[in-house]
């Protein structure tokens, strides 16, 4: 999978980590959002949030792929 854009919930934790890492590595536009702590990748987008409230729920258009960790 390349070329897709993805976003990643509970990218702080240690499998949303690596499959963020892993889906970077492949060519993929990543974004995430944890809820604490800070994601360690320089090369995606992270929302700072939490899925039960109302304002993360603004997230990128045309998504291709949502992973929930």
Known sequence: ????R????????FIGHHLAKELISEGN???TI??????R????ESIKGDL???QTLILPENLDVVYHC
């Open 1 to 4: 999978m390349s070329n897709k």
């Open 34 to 39: 944890v809820r604490e702590g800070k994601v």
């Open 41 to 44: 990748l320089k090369d995606c």
């Open 52 to 54: 039960t409230q109302k």
């Open 29 to 31: 536009r990543v974004y």
């Open 6 to 13: 993805v976003l990643i919930t509970g990218a702080s934790g």
